[in-house]
C-alpha cells in the first residue's frame, strides 16, 4: 500500500475549455510527490493516451485511462467517469467519445471492462444531494456506480451563483453525506481534485484561457490544480485524519489497482 495519494479525475489541454496542462506537465507534478499512478480523465476524448503513454514508458509511473462524459440514465443527462480495466475497456472508452456519450444500458454490458465513478458536481448522484433527496434514492443512485467521487469544499464554492445558502460547512456536510451514502451503497468514496492544471499558480492562466478561446468561466478561481498528497489531506482535515487517509490515499490506490496494464 503506497502513501501516496492517485489522481482519478484529471483534464489535459486536451479537455477544451477545462484543461490547460500538458499530459507531460502532469505526469511531471505527480512524480514529483512520488505518485505512482495517475489517471486521465478528458472531457469526451482520448487524444492524450498514447502522449501521456510514451512519456510515461521510462519514468516510475502507471497512467489509468479514463474519461469522463455525458452518461444518459434516468431520464437525465450527467456527468459520469469511466476508467479502463483492460485493452478492451480503452476501446470502450473510444467509442464513448466518439458518440459524445453513452446510455446506461451500454455501460452496464461492459462492467467486465470499465470501472465507473460518480464524477463531479455535474454527477448524476451530487445534483441529487443538491436537490435534497433522500437517502434511500442517494444509496439507489450510488448503488450504479463502481465508486463514489468527492472533491475538496473549495472546488465547489463556484455553486453560490446557483445555491447562495451554500457555505463552506454545508460543502463539508455533503462530503459526510456522500460518505454516509458509501457506507449505505457499500461503495468507496474517493477523493478527486478534478485537476486542470499543473501548478496553484496557473490557475490565473487557466482563467485567462478560458476568456480568450470564449469559454464559459464555470467554476470561478476555483483551485483545480493538481494537488500533491499532503495538499489533499489538508483539504479534508476537517475529517477523521484516519477517514481523510482512507479517501485521499487508501480508495483510490484500490481502484487503481483495479486498472490492468494496457501497452500503446
Known amino acids: 500500500m503506497t502513501d501516496k495519494r492517485t489522481e482519478l479525475h484529471l483534464h489535459t489541454r486536451y479537455s477544451r475549455g477545462d484543461g490547460i496542462s500538458s499530459p507531460q506537465e502532469l505526469l511531471d507534478r505527480a512524480l514529483a510527490d512520488g505518485q505512482k499512478a495517475m489517471a486521465i480523465t478528458?472531457?469526451?476524448?482520448?487524444?492524450?493516451?498514447?502522449e501521456a503513454a510514451a512519456y510515461a514508458a521510462d519514468r516510475p509511473i502507471r497512467l489509468i485511462y479514463g474519461l469522463e462524459f455525458r452518461i444518459r440514465r434516468s431520464g437525465g443527462r450527467y456527468h459520469c467517469i469511466a476508467l479502463a480495466k483492460n485493452q478492451e475497456g480503452v476501446h470502450i472508452l473510444e467509442e464513448i467519445a466518439r458518440?459524445?456519450?453513452?446510455?446506461?444500458?451500454?455501460?452496464?454490458?461492459?462492467?467486465?471492462?470499465?470501472?465507473?465513478?460518480?464524477?463531479c458536481d455535474q454527477g448524476e448522484l451530487y445534483q441529487a444531494v443538491l436537490a435534497g433527496a433522500f437517502m434511500d434514492k442517494l444509496t439507489e443512485?450510488?448503488?450504479?456506480?463502481?465508486y463514489l467521487e468527492i472533491q475538496p469544499p473549495d472546488n465547489y464554492l463556484f455553486l453560490q451563483k446557483d445555491f447562495p445558502w451554500i457555505t463552506t460547512k454545508r460543502l463539508e456536510e455533503n462530503v459526510r453525506t456522500l460518505l454516509e451514502i458509501g457506507k449505505a451503497a457499500e461503495r468507496p468514496v474517493i477523493a478527486a481534485g478534478d485537476a486542470c492544471y499543473a501548478r496553484r499558480e496557473q490557475g490565473e492562466e487557466r482563467l485567462a484561457y478560458l476568456a480568450k478561446e470564449g469559454f464559459?468561466?464555470?467554476?470561478?478561481?476555483?483551485?483545480?490544480?493538481?494537488?500533491?498528497?499532503?495538499?489533499?489531506l489538508e483539504e479534508f482535515s476537517f475529517l477523521d485524519p484516519a477517514a481523510a487517509r482512507r479517501i485521499v490515499v487508501d480508495e483510490p490506490d484500490r481502484i487503481a489497482e483495479l486498472c490492468g496494464e494496457i501497452i500503446f
Open 216 to 232: 464559459p468561466d464555470l467554476y470561478g478561481p476555483a483551485p483545480l490544480f493538481l494537488r500533491h498528497t499532503g495538499e489533499m
Open 42 to 50: 478528458d472531457w469526451h476524448t482520448t487524444k492524450a493516451f498514447q
Open 99 to 119: 458518440n459524445r456519450g453513452a446510455a446506461a444500458e451500454e455501460l452496464e454490458r461492459s462492467r467486465d471492462k470499465l470501472i465507473l465513478g460518480s464524477a
Open 141 to 146: 443512485i450510488a448503488r450504479f456506480y463502481d
